[in-house]
């Protein structure tokens, strides 16, 4: 990529235009980040990052945008990213969680961006977290990320956000579902939205009792009770917010928080990589002629990842990365 358009592109970015984050993002989407990133890395670390998931039709989008309405009230700048599923076929997406956030288009201090999941499984895009390091970068006081919230493959959003939110909602059928899977391990926060519905009370005792057959060794996660259409439980949802960034500070679990941020989006650049390398080879060397089992030792054979002596390749993280990932 020719470094004029990097420059040009952080020239914008710069002077805090939003069409200058709009295009660091599209450029990291397209899978052109890498310089772009390694030139904005020093200026990451300072926005306080939220993540929302649960089952379709809990109201998330309802509540992003509550959750955002608070954060302005309290003068903050705010980054949303709303992970759409896809087509499996055409890896298109509707994009519709623009649609609830509209009450928030024309202010300049919230910049919201859609993105398609483009078939990449835990309920979050491929670029996410290049988006989430780019709205930090580019200055901004909190990113809410809100997941597909396809129920029981949300998990990676843990790693992602300082605080994670799993919203649930009374009545629906696969809330106990959703308690079941390792999603009751990844809460920070439980919000049973839509808290006016008869059977709210219930779904509240049921979180509770699921909770006491974990055991927590720091912070426990708390329940807000929340009606987004309305705002009621809102102020409540950001104490807690607020509570758990507090906890984690004071904990020294930040860095643990940082430290699981950085080794997600290294985990994904690198299965990234092996994957299309894993595609290219099947292509161009189909061994129809072994067993699978065969078959898959000779194409890693071919990969050569780790040397004889057992060391690692040569494409392992840089220090400076690590350093900067974990202050």
């Given at each position: 990529?020719?470094?004029?358009?990097?420059?040009?592109?952080?020239?914008?970015?710069?002077?805090?235009?939003?069409?200058?984050?709009?295009?660091?993002?599209?450029?990291?989407?397209?899978?052109?980040?890498?310089?772009?990133?390694?030139?904005?890395?020093?200026?990451?670390?300072?926005?306080?990052?939220?993540?929302?998931?649960?089952?379709?039709?809990?109201?998330?989008?309802?509540?992003?945008?509550?959750?955002?309405?608070?954060?302005?009230?309290?003068?903050?700048t705010v980054g949303v990213i709303s992970v759409d599923p896809s087509s499996p076929f055409s890896h298109g997406a509707l994009l519709g969680d623009?649609?609830?956030?509209?009450?928030?288009?024309?202010?300049?201090?919230?910049?919201?961006?859609?993105?398609?999941?483009?078939?990449?499984?835990?309920?979050?895009?491929?670029?996410?977290?290049?988006?989430?390091?780019?709205?930090?970068?580019?200055?901004?006081?909190?990113?809410?990320?809100?997941?597909?919230?396809?129920?029981?493959?949300?998990?990676?959003?843990?790693?992602?956000?300082?605080?994670?939110?799993?919203?649930?909602?009374?009545?629906?059928?696969?809330?106990?579902?959703?308690?079941?899977?390792?999603?009751?391990?990844?809460?920070?926060?439980?919000?049973?939205?839509?808290?006016?519905?008869?059977?709210?009370?219930?779904?509240?005792?049921?979180?509770?009792?699921?909770?006491?057959?974990?055991?927590?060794?720091?912070?426990?996660?708390?329940?807000?009770?929340?009606?987004?259409?309305?705002?009621?439980?809102?102020?409540?949802?950001?104490?807690?917010?607020?509570?758990?960034?507090?906890?984690?500070?004071?904990?020294?679990?930040?860095?643990?928080?940082?430290?699981?941020?950085?080794?997600?989006?290294?985990?994904?650049?690198?299965?990234?990589?092996?994957?299309?390398?894993?595609?290219?080879?099947?292509?161009?060397?189909?061994?129809?002629?072994?067993?699978?089992?065969?078959?898959?030792?000779?194409?890693?054979?071919?990969?050569?990842?780790?040397?004889?002596?057992?060391?690692?390749?040569?494409?392992?993280?840089?220090?400076?990365?690590?350093?900067?990932?974990?202050?």
């Amino acid at each position: 990529m020719a470094t004029l358009g990097i420059d040009a592109l952080l020239r914008d970015f710069d002077d805090r235009l939003p069409r200058g984050l709009a295009r660091a993002i599209s450029w990291a989407e397209s899978g052109r980040g890498a310089e772009l990133i390694a030139r904005l890395y020093p200026r990451i670390g300072r926005a306080m990052t939220i993540g929302l998931t649960g089952p379709p039709g809990v109201g998330k989008s309802t509540l992003s945008s509550a959750l955002v309405k608070k954060a302005r009230s309290l003068g903050k700048t705010v980054g949303v990213i709303s992970v759409d599923p896809s087509s499996p076929f055409s890896h298109g997406a509707l994009l519709g969680d623009r649609i609830r956030l509209t009450e928030h288009f024309v202010d300049p201090d919230v910049f919201i961006r859609s993105m398609a999941s483009r078939g990449h499984l835990g309920g979050l895009s491929g670029a996410t977290a290049d988006a989430v390091m780019l709205m930090d970068a580019f200055g901004l006081d909190v990113v809410l990320i809100e997941t597909v919230g396809v129920g029981q493959s949300e998990i990676e959003i843990a790693e992602l956000a300082q605080t994670t939110l799993v919203a649930l909602q009374p009545g629906s059928g696969d809330s106990i579902q959703v308690l079941k899977a390792g999603i009751m391990e990844i809460a920070d926060i439980f919000v049973v939205n839509k808290a006016d519905h008869p059977m709210a009370n219930q779904l509240r005792r049921e979180i509770r009792g699921m909770m006491e057959m974990l055991s927590f060794s720091g912070w426990v996660p708390e329940l807000v009770m929340t009606q987004a259409v309305s705002g009621e439980g809102i102020d409540d949802l950001w104490r807690a917010i607020e509570s758990h960034l507090v906890y984690l500070n004071e904990s020294g679990e930040i860095e643990t928080k940082r430290r699981e941020a950085f080794t997600h989006q290294v985990r994904q650049l690198a299965l990234g990589r092996i994957q299309r390398r894993l595609a290219r080879e099947l292509h161009e060397h189909p061994r129809t002629d072994l067993d699978p089992y065969a078959a898959a030792d000779a194409v890693l054979e071919r990969f050569n990842a780790v040397g004889e002596d057992g060391d690692a390749p040569d494409f392992a993280v840089r220090p400076r990365a690590v350093v900067k990932g974990l202050t």
